[in-house]
């Protein structure tokens, strides 16, 4: 695809789009602003340029109207902060007012225009909508790795109406990482899958458990397995429905040579809430009417030790109820040993990168995504329409 380095951006109006879907707390405070962070170097690069910086984004999920609770009011500030220069606000995404703002900018100004989806256009794909946002710039930079698996009009329609598009420096390192690391990975390659539903992760359990040397399953979709293999799991999360899909799965790992962790032993509780009472139990003794909401001890050494040889580790997915401190070992645990190995690793998806930076791992881990659902669509070796929407790059 083309990128950012294909393109003339001198002197130019850039439009970006970004992924700056932060988690704001009651008081509209940023808890999170990784994703801002990590669009500083496409920014600071089209500013070096001596182009006009437009970026646009959405936030939240309002219903196509203004609604103060989804601005961006508080990205344009904190992004003014990280970048050490003014940032223009600007009150809405299109129309005469804001083309007359674009239309005052210098070279090296940088503008935020407020949330896309405040004008259902956006997310109809619309085509005048997109062509009303095409119109305030020369060339279009889509870094929106979080949003590239939404087909809308900042992430596709704008690309029909606008003379050049290219991929950000975000976006780039994003698919480098997450596709071509999947598609070619230094071997022994070992996927370390997690979260709640089996149901949520099928296509990215089916499609990386055709490339992987090893998979580790943990969470609470753990349970599921387990059952599977007609383990009683007392009150723990199992999907029925999935129940002949996890026997098909672990199977067909085996009989291609894969190897295939489950947990040994769990963390089991009386109820879900915190302070609840809770013990540490191999899986073949779940207590009835206990709750499985974390991976134990034994289990931990187990994955560890499975991670050793590792050349390449991806991990999706937490490995308990991490959230509630009583049940977040294992994976705080997880993420240590995947920070200390000694491979390529590589995390998607947004709780996990919660975990990882809770367990003060951040730095140790080789790339972090910024997408959720897009690194999952990625990982499921699904086409992504904002990149798809991206021209080739000449030849
Ligand atoms: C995300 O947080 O996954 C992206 O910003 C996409 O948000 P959406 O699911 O509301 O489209």
Redesign the pocket.
């Known amino acids: 695809k083309q990128t950012i380095d294909d393109v003339k951006l001198r002197g130019k109006r850039v439009i970006i789009r970004a992924?700056f879907?932060v988690p704001l707390d009651e008081s509209l405070q940023i808890t999170d602003d990784t994703r801002i962070r990590s669009t500083l170097p496409t920014i600071n690069r089209v500013v070096d340029e001596g182009a006009k910086v437009i970026l646009c984004s959405?936030l939240g999920?309002p219903k196509g109207a203004f609604d103060p609770k989804y601005s961006l009011a508080p990205v344009a500030k904190r992004l003014s902060r990280l970048l050490g220069k003014d940032v223009i606000f600007a009150p809405d995404c299109i129309g005469p007012a804001v083309e007359k703002l674009v239309a005052k900018m210098n070279p090296g100004d940088v503008m935020l225009l407020e949330n896309l989806r405040f004008h259902p256009g956006e997310e109809q794909n619309d085509d005048a909508f997109a062509k009303a946002l095409a119109a305030l710039g020369d060339v279009f930079v889509n870094d929106a790795f979080?949003?590239a698996h939404?087909a809308h009009a900042s992430t596709v329609g704008i690309t029909k109406f606008i003379k050049a598009s290219a991929a950000g420096a975000l976006l780039k390192k994003e698919i480098e990482y997450l596709e071509g690391a999947v598609a070619n990975p230094v071997r022994p390659f070992v996927a370390i899958l997690g979260g709640a539903k089996v149901s949520g992760k099928i296509g990215v359990i089916e499609n990386l458990g055709k490339r992987v040397d090893k998979v580790i399953i943990g969470g609470g979709m753990a349970f599921t397995f387990l059952k599977a293999k007609g383990l009683e799991i007392g009150n723990s999360l199992v999907e029925k429905d999935m129940l002949d899909f996890a026997r098909g799965i672990e199977e067909h790992a085996l009989s291609r040579g894969v190897k295939f962790y489950l947990p040994v032993d769990c963390v089991v509780a009386a109820s879900r809430e915190p302070g609840a009472e809770t013990k540490i139990v191999p899986v073949q003794e779940i207590p009835k009417g206990w709750y499985g909401l974390d991976i134990g001890p034994a289990s931990v050494k187990l994955f560890s030790e499975a991670l050793q040889d590792a050349k390449t580790i991806l991990w999706n997915g937490p490995m308990g109820m991490f959230e509630i401190d009583a049940f977040a070992r294992g994976t705080l645990s997880v993420a240590h040993a995947v920070g200390n190995a000694y491979a390529l690793t590589i995390v998607g998806g947004?709780e996990t990168a919660m975990a990882v930076h809770r367990a003060g791992e951040s730095d140790s881990i080789s790339f972090i995504s910024t997408?959720?659902?897009?690194a999952l669509e990625l990982l499921e070796g699904k086409q992504l329409p904002g990149l798809v929407a991206l021209p080739d790059r000449a030849v």
């Not at 997408?371 to 897009?374: D, E, L, N, S, Y």
């Open positions: 992924d879907n959405h999920r979080g949003a939404r947004g997408g959720g659902g897009a």
